[in-house]
């Protein structure tokens, strides 16, 4: 009897985790706030002193690459899910400004995307490559902060800097 009740507490935990993953915007948020984590703990594993590393002439800084993930964010947040204005805290630490307006604008998207009902994600929105619906807009954001923090953590590794354990799932 006993095993019973275990079993109906394990799936009763489990159900609302389900429907959530079933909601394309509930699971959005549950993966980037975990991205956010990441990328942060990314971005605080290099040393400031390192913050202007680049492997190569034609890559971006550490840094920049940083700025370019946050711009994006900006960009299509402010173009197609009407995200908030940017807190502004003006840090005499370029790699502290950089964490908080980065991490600002993670907050920003996640925000402007809760506030999305799941058939706004069926609207389409005119794109530079074409057609795309909302929901394509949020993939778009995740795989470009993906694809950026895979070279970030490249530059980690390169400079002999273990980068944090993954835990974007």
């Known amino acids: ?66 700025i370019h993930i946050r711009n994006n964010m900006d960009w299509l947040g402010e173009k197609y899910l009407a995200i908030g204005a940017p807190a502004t805290k003006e840090f005499t630490d370029r790699k502290q400004q950089t964490l908080y307006d980065l991490e600002n604008a993670f907050n920003r998207v996640h925000a402007a995307v809760k506030a999305l009902s799941p058939d706004a994600l069926k609207e389409t929105v005119d794109f530079f490559a074409g057609p795309m619906t909302k929901l394509q807009i949020l993939n778009l954001l995740q795989d470009h902060v993906t694809h950026h923090r895979g070279q970030l953590i490249v530059y980690l590794n390169l400079n002999e800097i273990q980068p944090p354990k993954y835990t974007g799932w």
């Open 1 to 66: 009897m006993k095993k019973h009740y275990t079993l109906a507490f394990v799936l009763l935990l489990g159900i609302p985790r389900l429907f959530a993953q079933q909601d394309p915007v509930s699971a959005f948020l549950q993966k980037w706030e975990n991205s956010k984590t990441y990328t942060l703990q990314v971005a605080e594993a290099m040393p400031e002193a390192r913050y202007d590393y680049k492997p190569t002439e034609r890559q971006m800084t550490f840094a920049r690459q940083l």
